[in-house]
């Protein structure tokens, strides 16, 4: 069966200190791969999703960066975190274009 | 763009209850349709979707949802809610309007508690 890991679960910076979240999925190959941003009482906001390896499209303008240097690896990056990055950050996978499977997510904390 | 409204942002229900969430999107076009949860704690987990055929979609735990094209919402629903439902519910849309569905739209969420 698949599964999809994310680490750190929760992760405290400070203000313009650099940013690396992971995401790794298992069981599956050549998914199809998402990050999010959950906000208390907005949902969750597609930040990134990627096709393939080195393939990434951006969905929102903002100071994080995404990259996928193995199938099934997915990074967040940021290289000076900004206030209001904190937040809830969710990475997902999918088979082509059916249903998305979510990992346990990351609570960033921006000081 | 795709949006999706959640109009419910908190909902308090007692045991036995019956529970009905709204959820409305904007496309007009062909969608896939989902609700997840999130229970307390834990990461957000698919409750049921519909890609096609029966409007009436079963799901898990005894949720179902309806899709009613003509008004574009996709409600959920629960006959007899327990306390172990209290959780954030979200309603999500893709849709085919740029030629692909990964673009994944949610609602905004309804906190549901359940008091026993």
């Known amino acids: 069966s698949q599964t999809i890991h994310q680490w750190p679960a929760t992760l405290v910076q400070p203000v313009g200190s650099p940013l690396s979240l992971e995401c790794t999925v298992e069981?599956?190959?050549?998914?199809?791969l998402y990050w999010y941003r959950q906000a208390a009482g907005r949902g969750l906001q597609l930040l990134f999703y990627?096709?393939?390896?080195?393939?990434i499209s951006s969905e929102v303008p903002q100071n994080l960066s995404a990259s996928r240097p193995q199938d099934r690896q997915f990074i967040l990056s940021s290289k000076k975190l900004l206030l209001s990055d904190s937040g809830f950050y969710l990475c997902?996978?999918?088979?082509?274009?059916?249903?998305?499977?979510f990992g346990p997510g990351t609570r960033l904390t921006v000081l | 763009a795709q949006s999706v409204s959640q109009h419910n942002h908190h909902v308090i229900l007692s045991e036995a209850a019956s529970l009905e969430l709204g959820c409305n999107y904007s496309?007009?076009?062909?969608?896939?349709l989902f609700w997840y949860v999130q229970y307390p704690g834990q990461h957000l987990q698919l409750l049921l979707k519909y890609f096609s055929g029966d409007p009436l979609v079963k799901g898990i735990k005894g949720f179902e949802a309806e899709f009613i094209k003509s008004k574009f919402s996709f409600n959920l629903r629960k006959p007899s809610v327990q306390w172990s439902d209290t959780a954030e519910y979200f309603c999500a849309v893709n849709d085919f309007s740029s030629g692909s569905a990964r673009q994944l739209t949610f609602g905004s969420g309804t906190q549901l508690t359940v008091l026993p």
């Open positions: 997902a996978w999918s088979v082509f274009e059916d249903t998305q499977y």
């Open positions: 496309y007009g076009g062909t969608v896939n």
């Open positions: 069981g599956t190959s050549n998914p199809n």
């Open positions: 990627s096709v393939g390896i080195g393939q």
